[in-house]
Structure formats: structure tokens, C-alpha cells
């Protein structure tokens, strides 16, 4: 027996020993290995070049493969193929690695291939930035387009939090507007007893601190719409953008350490005779000079190994942002107890519905930390299965974005199939747009940040999200409404995935609703991105009109709502489409633009349609060139679409649509009586 557990331990000694040697490999292999730099957004901004294009060949040959400075910009090329491009690294980090992020940048660039055949792009790296376009933008101040991200989690005391964090922001603003060399400008500043804010402010070296102030003052008034009370928060624009945490996430500026003192010089000994145990001391002290190090290096390697990881680890929690990717969450994750939620709708009474269609009820709810939810109660016929349930459900998890209605969770009891999501106060945007009441509560600033809204959820589901999707019922009460009267896409229960560099799809099944749905479509089955940049079209001239593109039919006005804005358009009286409560409140200029951007989405032609990334940059950049002039819009009259669909076609209406729907939909709404086409099998 003794002999047995002294060959354990020996055995445990050696395997402590081997993990240990272990641990310090992998240590000195990851301190020598260059961090990967991480991806953190992009914008793909206008026309598309052609593969093997001459511009592409500028474009290839414009990035260098050393930068010497944290800022780089070159031409390259002759007009119209000339290219202009920045490279730019933050200004808290060192030469080496704003290389590294450089190399890194361009290789992702050009084997991702990020932006494919955009002529313009801008792509943000934790430490660097690349960016280029066919347009000279050197020198100029652009705030547009621009991106929020945020951290999920609140902190503990809003109200005192937001006050430090803005004067910290604004000091910061200030340094780095009245620098003109660096344009960059880090601190922090504490806020209670135990924690600190931390805030980075940068912008681009080539425009004037006049305007670096300007643009930095500019991002940081957008803190309270898009983080108040947030731990962690970014806005991010062309020429300059801000980040704050609650962790040092910016390099400290390093000192470093003085100089060794030289050693001094050893005495003279008095006397030449040996000393005693002179060898055995010196064997003692090399080993001790051995051991002790080796020691030393392994304890401190633990250390290093296990702060590494920790800092990972916490940085990652704390900086999971809901406006691009974020953690995928497991179908174990997202499941609720059917009591609890049957119990949350008051046993799913007649007082809490909120609206009933072929998909089942949703009704409004409350869970037991207070939250307000709508609850979704699935047809118990839907034919889908449990495992294809949580499969879909899964997938509409990581979806996440302020401008998309967020899935809180599933309940699987039987036969009973529940979603649950957040509750939209407000309802859905039809609601409002087409009571003759109500509609007077979206004045044009309202509608103006709807129509934003919903084209920043679009860009997300064509280019940004993990999963390249195609909606496919894009319409008004689709369209959700918070609080603060912020639109939500919802509603994917007909959607569609993409792989990335797919460009289209056929089906010979059918589903959307009439009235919203692309010609290429209904013919021919073919759908894409562009399909859903026809809805957005179309949506955009209700919004603006406040009236159903159903509503037209058959009226002595015109035989559609695109018919009768091509007409005004063409008649050069294209403001008098817009709904009467707006004409004395409105900004013409947006209001025309709107227009023009609407009738550009609704061409017939889907290589003449514009990308939801430049609809983006059409609504917001009023010096840009002025778009192209639409061509009639799909449907109208002289156009070579037919006006019928295809035969095999089943239509319902939606109170009694396809029982084979899943996903979110109306949440938070009542019925509604648009004609929708469905499909026939079980999703």
C-alpha cells in the first residue's frame, strides 16, 4: 500500500511538473506570437467595380507594405479610375504594433474580402483603420455615415455615471481638438469609490483641429441616443470617433525603467590560501543561481498565463456590443418555463392579447423581474418540429441590433410553441401612419428617423450580421415602434439566409405581401438583397404619402401608389404627394431626397437598384453628387412587367395565412387584413 501511494504521488509530481512545463510553453508562445487585431465595423459605400477593372488594379496596388507614421494616404491611378486611400493606427499604440495592425488590415482586406467590388469602404480594426474611395476625401471633415455600438449592461447609477462620463469626453475633446499634430487625446476619471470611466477620442490627422473638435463634439451629444447609462459605448464616424469603458482598454504610457548601477568593484582579496568548503559553496550558489530563476520563471509565467486570460476573458464580457456581432446564444440559453410564461400573461387571457393572425395570438406579459414581454402562442398545427423550432429560434437569437426586434427567449411544453420578446409599446408603425388620428403623432422629424431606422436594420441583415439574410415581408406593420418611437424590423418568419458572397436565389414558392414585393420575385421567384430594398421603396413612399400602396387600387388617382409618385415626379410636383399634416412642418429638402431615394429602390431594372449601404449614404450625405435620375418604377403603366403573378400562387388573407408561419410577427399589434402569399409546406 505504501509503495502503491508513493508511486501515485511520483506519478502526480511528474504530470505537475509536465503541466507546468506545458503551461510555460504555451506562455512564452503566446507572448512572442503578434495579437491578431479584431475586427470591429465597416461601411461598403458606392458603385461597384468591375473584377480586373483597372480601379481594381489601382486599388491593389495603392496600400504599401510599411507605414512609418500612424497615419498613411496616397492616389493612385488617373481619372475615373483614380483611388484614394488612408491608412490610419490609434494614437496610443506603439510602431510595431501599428504594423502589425497595418499587415494585418490590408491581408483581411484582400483576402476577406470585406467590401467586394465597392469603390468606397471604410473598415475599423480594434487599433487601425483602413480606408479608401473613389472620391478625393482627404482634408474633409465627414460625419456621415456613422455607427453606434454599445455595451449591453447598465450601470448601477445612471444619472451620476452620465454626468462624469461627459465632462470626462469633453476634456478629452478638447485636447485632442487643440492638437493639432496628434489629434488624439485618453483618460479617465473616477465616478464612485471603487470604479473609473476610461475614454479614448480620435480623429483623423488630416483635417483641422477646428474640425476634429467639431466632429468629436458631434459624436459625443450622440452618446445619451445610443448609450445612456451603458458601461461601455462607441460612436464611430469617418473622420473621428469616441469610446469610454469601465476598464483600461488604451496603452498607458510606459516609462521606462532606469538603468542598471554598475556593479562595483570587488575588493582585492587580502590572502591567496583556499578557503575552506570553497567548492562545496560555489556548487550551492550555482545551483541556487539555477534553481531559484527557473522557479522564478515558471511562477511568474502562471501569473502572466492566468492574467492574460482573466483580462480576455473580462474584456470580452464587458465588451459585447449589441450593434454588431455578439455571442451566440445556445437554445438552452433562451428557454423559459411554460408556467412562467403562462403565468406572465395571466394564463394568456383575453386582456392580454395584443393581436391574432394565422401564426397563432401574442399577447402582452410581464416576467417576474419586471420586464414586459410579447408572447408569441405558435399554432399548435404548425407542423414544425421541435428540434426545427429551436434550430430557427437559435438563429433569430443572433440577430442583434437596435434596429431589429430582440428575441428574448422560447417555450417548448407539448404541443405549445411560445417566442417571446421584447413588448414595443408603441405597436407597429401602421397603426399609426394610417389612422386618420393617430398619424398626426409621426411629424416629419419622426418619419425621417423611422425611414433611418429601418435602413440601418436592413444594412445589418444584408452586409453586417453574421448571417447574410433577406427578409422578404418587409411593410409597415412589420415595423415596430419603442418608446421613443425607434423603429424595429420584425417579423422573420419568412426570412431567408444567404451566404455571404451569394448574390441570389430562386423559389418557386412564393411568400410576402402584395403590394410590397419585387417583379423579379413574383415572376420569376428570383429574390435578393434587392427585394428587399423594393419594399424598403415602397415603404418609404407610405411613410412619406401616409397612405396603403393597396389603397390606390382601382381608385380614379392611379392604379398604384408607385403610378401616382412617378407622375408627380415627372410633373415636377413630387411634394405633393407628401401626407397634408407634414407640408408645413417639413424639410422640402429631406422630404425630396426621401422621394428620390424611394423611386430609385423601386425600379424595375434590379441592377439599377441602389444597396441598402447606399441608401444609407444617399439619405444622410446632402455634398454628396446627387444620385442618378430613377427610371419608371416596376408596374407601371408601359412597364414590361406584368402586373399579374404566377398561377400556382396561393393567397390568404393574413388573419387566416399559412399555418406553417414561425417567427416573430405583428408583435404587439392587432390583425390585419393585408393579402399576403404563403408558402404551402412546413417551414
Known amino acids: 500500500m505504501v509503495t502503491r501511494n508513493k508511486k501515485i504521488g511520483n506519478g ?49 496596388r495603392l496600400f ?16 475615373p479610375d483614380n483611388v484614394y486611400g488612408s491608412l490610419q493606427c490609434r494614437g496610443d499604440i506603439q510602431q510595431d504594433e501599428c504594423q502589425s495592425c497595418v499587415d494585418f488590415a490590408i491581408q483581411d482586406f484582400n483576402k476577406t474580402g470585406r467590401c467586394p467590388n465597392s469603390k468606397q469602404a471604410i473598415i475599423w480594426y480594434e487599433k487601425c483603420m483602413l480606408r479608401y474611395s473613389n472620391q478625393n476625401y482627404f482634408n474633409i471633415m465627414q460625419e456621415s455615415p456613422g455607427v453606434y455600438l ?47 470611466a476610461y475614454g479614448l477620442v480620435e480623429c483623423t490627422p488630416d483635417i483641422s483641429s477646428g474640425s ?13 441616443n445610443c448609450c445612456d447609462g451603458k458601461q461601455g ?141 410579447a408572447v408569441k402562442r405558435l399554432s399548435k398545427y404548425s407542423g414544425q418540429g421541435d428540434l426545427e423550432f429551436k434550430n430557427e429560434v437559435t438563429l433569430v437569437a443572433k440577430l442583434q441590433h437596435r434596429n431589429l426586434v430582440q428575441l428574448i427567449g422560447f417555450s417548448l411544453a407539448g404541443e405549445e410553441k411560445l417566442l417571446i420578446y421584447e413588448f414595443m409599446p408603441n405597436a407597429s408603425l401602421d397603426q399609426f401612419l394610417f389612422d386618420p388620428v393617430k398619424c398626426t403623432q409621426l411629424d416629419w422629424e419622426r418619419r425621417y428617423k423611422i425611414i433611418a431606422g429601418v435602413a440601418r436594420g436592413l444594412v445589418y441583415l444584408h452586409e453586417e450580421s453574421r448571417l447574410k439574410i433577406i427578409h422578404r415581408d418587409l411593410k409597415a406593420s412589420n415595423i415596430l415602434l ?27 414558392k412564393i411568400v410576402g405581401t ?70 408645413d412642418t417639413c424639410s422640402r429638402s429631406e422630404v425630396m431626397r426621401c422621394i428620390h431615394v424611394a423611386l430609385l429602390c423601386v425600379q424595375e431594372d434590379v441592377a439599377d437598384r441602389p444597396t441598402m449601404p447606399t441608401v444609407i449614404q444617399m439619405l444622410y450625405s446632402y455634398s454628396a453628387t446627387d444620385p442618378a435620375l430613377p ?25 387566416g395565412s399559412s399555418k406553417n408561419e414561425s417567427v416573430v410577427s405583428e408583435v404587439a399589434m392587432g390583425s390585419v387584413n393585408e393579402v399576403t402569399i404563403t408558402e404551402l409546406d412546413p417551414r
Open 64 to 79: 504599401p507594405s510599411s507605414i512609418q507614421n500612424r497615419y498613411y494616404n496616397a492616389t493612385n491611378g488617373q481619372s
Open 514 to 583: 402584395y403590394g410590397y414585393m419585387a417583379p423579379e420575385y413574383i415572376m420569376h421567384g428570383h429574390f435578393s438583397v434587392k427585394s428587399d430594398v423594393f419594399s424598403f421603396g415602397v415603404l418609404i413612399l407610405e411613410i412619406l404619402c401616409g397612405q396603403k400602396n393597396s389603397s390606390f387600387h382601382q381608385s380614379s388617382i392611379a392604379q398604384d401608389l408607385l403610378s401616382y409618385v412617378w407622375r408627380h415626379w415627372n410633373n415636377g410636383s413630387a411634394i405633393e404627394i407628401l401626407d397634408p399634416t407634414l407640408k
Open 233 to 373: 459605448g462607441r460612436v464611430i464616424r469617418p473622420s473621428c470617433n469616441i469610446r469610454y469603458e469601465l476598464y483600461t482598454f488604451f496603452e498607458s504610457t510606459v516609462i521606462p525603467p532606469p538603468p542598471p548601477p554598475l556593479p562595483s568593484p570587488t575588493p582585492p582579496s587580502s590572502t591567496n590560501a583556499p578557503v575552506p568548503n570553497e567548492n562545496r559553496n560555489n556548487s550551492s550558489k550555482l545551483t541556487i543561481s539555477i534553481v531559484v530563476p527557473l522557479v522564478v520563471a515558471v511562477l511568474l509565467a502562471l501569473a502572466l498565463g492566468f492574467f492574460c486570460f482573466q483580462r480576455k476573458r473580462t474584456q470580452k464580457n464587458k465588451y459585447s456590443y449589441v450593434d454588431d456581432e455578439t455571442p451566440v446564444s445556445t437554445a438552452e440559453s433562451l428557454h423559459f418555463n411554460f408556467s412562467t410564461i403562462s403565468a406572465a400573461t395571466n394564463n394568456f387571457s383575453e386582456a392580454n392579447k395584443l393581436g391574432e393572425g394565422g401564426f397563432g395570438s401574442v399577447y402582452k406579459g410581464t416576467l417576474p423581474d419586471g420586464r414586459q414581454i
Open 12 to 60: 502526480s509530481i511528474f504530470f505537475i511538473y509536465l503541466f507546468l512545463l506545458s503551461i510555460l510553453l504555451i506562455t512564452i508562445q503566446d507572448t512572442t506570437a503578434q495579437p491578431q487585431p479584431d475586427f470591429v465595423y465597416k461601411f461598403c459605400l458606392g458603385d461597384n467595380y468591375t473584377t480586373g477593372s483597372t480601379f481594381q488594379a489601382n486599388l491593389n
Open 212 to 224: 476634429c473638435n467639431r466632429c468629436l463634439s458631434g459624436a459625443i451629444s450622440d452618446i445619451p
Open 150 to 196: 454599445w455595451n449591453p449592461n447598465n450601470v448601477s447609477n445612471p444619472e451620476q455615471f452620465n454626468l462624469i462620463l461627459g465632462e470626462l469626453m469633453n476634456d478629452l475633446a478638447g485636447k485632442a481638438g487643440s492638437s493639432f499634430s496628434t489629434n488624439f487625446a485618453s483618460g479617465n476619471r473616477s465616478f464612485d469609490d471603487f470604479q473609473r
Open 631 to 655: 427610371s419608371a418604377p416596376a408596374f407601371f403603366i408601359g412597364s414590361t412587367v406584368n402586373m399579374e403573378p404566377q398561377s400556382n400562387l396561393v393567397y390568404s388573407e393574413e388573419q
Open 482 to 508: 419603442d418608446m421613443d418611437m425607434n423603429s424595429k424590423i420584425a417579423d422573420f418568419g419568412m426570412a431567408r439566409i444567404f451566404v455571404h458572397d451569394q448574390t441570389q436565389e430562386r423559389t418557386s
